[in-house]
């Protein structure tokens, strides 16, 4: 059994992930105990936690905190094989920085980190760019600590989600060209989930993802 630390656990995308997650161990109750995940829910307020069903399976923990509570931060990733964060606010970039020491002093070294789309000015149409949209600081800030931390991780630009469960994407490596401008949500769901299933896939890349045209 794997355990899994989902930081900003109330994000949609977030409780999609664990509904999805959960769902595949309760579908697959011949797995063996190292197939399947313990999911520890990190969150500021754990009744917007939509999925009861999680905050009652046996294999769901939930904790109660804030990423700037470094000392929760660290008793939250003791044991811990996978950090999958999902946040946001304008402090992200010390937001990450409080992770990536936790990570290092409890020893953990995979990280799955959700950022944006134009973060590195990639995006083919201008506006959505870094350097026409202030709005990106934040999530740049992020991936610049995450690139510069020396752990396993994988940082994930989406563009803007959308309700497309049957899309094709595109996966796209930091350096070329982000030619879509939406995400499918179902197809971002499933990209970390295998991620999660598989940590060995895509380590040290930063890894857009769009719908195919």
Same mark, same amino acid.
């Given at each position: 059994?794997?355990?899994?630390?989902?930081?900003?656990?109330?994000?949609? @995308?977030?409780?999609? $992930?664990?509904?999805?997650? !959960?769902?595949?161990?309760? *579908?697959? =109750?011949?797995?063996? +105990?190292?197939?399947?995940?313990?999911?520890?829910?990190?969150?500021?307020?754990?009744?917007?936690?939509?999925?009861?069903?999680?905050?009652?399976?046996?294999?769901?923990?939930?904790?109660?905190?804030?990423?700037?509570?470094?000392?929760?931060?660290?008793?939250?990733? @003791?044991?811990?094989? $996978?950090?999958?964060?999902? !946040?946001?606010?304008?402090? *992200?970039? =010390?937001?990450?920085? +409080?992770?990536?020491?936790?990570?290092?002093?409890?020893?953990?070294?995979?990280?799955?980190?959700?950022?944006?789309?134009?973060?590195?000015?990639?995006?083919?149409?201008?506006?959505?760019?870094?350097?026409?949209?202030?709005?990106?600081?934040?999530?740049?800030?992020?991936?610049?600590?995450?690139?510069?931390?020396?752990?396993?991780?994988?940082?994930?630009?989406?563009?803007?989600?959308?309700?497309?469960?049957?899309?094709?994407?595109?996966?796209?490596?930091?350096?070329?060209?982000?030619?879509?401008?939406?995400?499918?949500?179902?197809?971002?769901?499933?990209?970390?989930?295998?991620?999660?299933?598989?940590?060995?896939?895509?380590?040290?890349?930063?890894?857009?993802?769009?719908?195919?045209?």
């Amino acid at each position: 059994m794997s355990n899994i630390l989902i930081l900003g656990a109330t994000g949609q @995308i977030a409780q999609l $992930v664990t509904a999805q997650l !959960l769902n595949a161990q309760l *579908l697959n =109750q011949h797995l063996v +105990n190292d197939q399947t995940h313990h999911l520890f829910l990190y969150c500021r307020q754990p009744q917007r936690l939509y999925c009861q069903h999680a905050i009652e399976h046996h294999h769901v923990d939930v904790i109660q905190a804030d990423v700037n509570d470094t000392a929760q931060l660290e008793q939250a990733m @003791i044991d811990i094989d $996978v950090v999958y964060a999902n !946040l946001s606010g304008h402090d *992200l970039g =010390q937001q990450t920085q +409080n992770i990536v020491n936790a990570m290092q002093k409890e020893g953990v070294k995979r990280l799955i980190f959700i950022t944006s789309m134009g973060i590195y000015n990639e995006v083919t149409t201008p506006a959505q760019n870094l350097q026409n949209n202030p709005a990106l600081k934040p999530y740049r800030a992020l991936a610049d600590v995450v690139e510069s931390s020396g752990l396993d991780y994988t940082l994930v630009r989406p563009g803007w989600f959308v309700h497309a469960p049957n899309s094709k994407v595109v996966l796209s490596q930091k350096g070329e060209a982000f030619t879509g401008m939406e995400t499918s949500k179902q197809a971002l769901v499933d990209f970390i989930c295998d991620l999660i299933d598989q940590p060995t896939q895509h380590i040290q890349q930063s890894v857009g993802i769009y719908n195919a045209a």
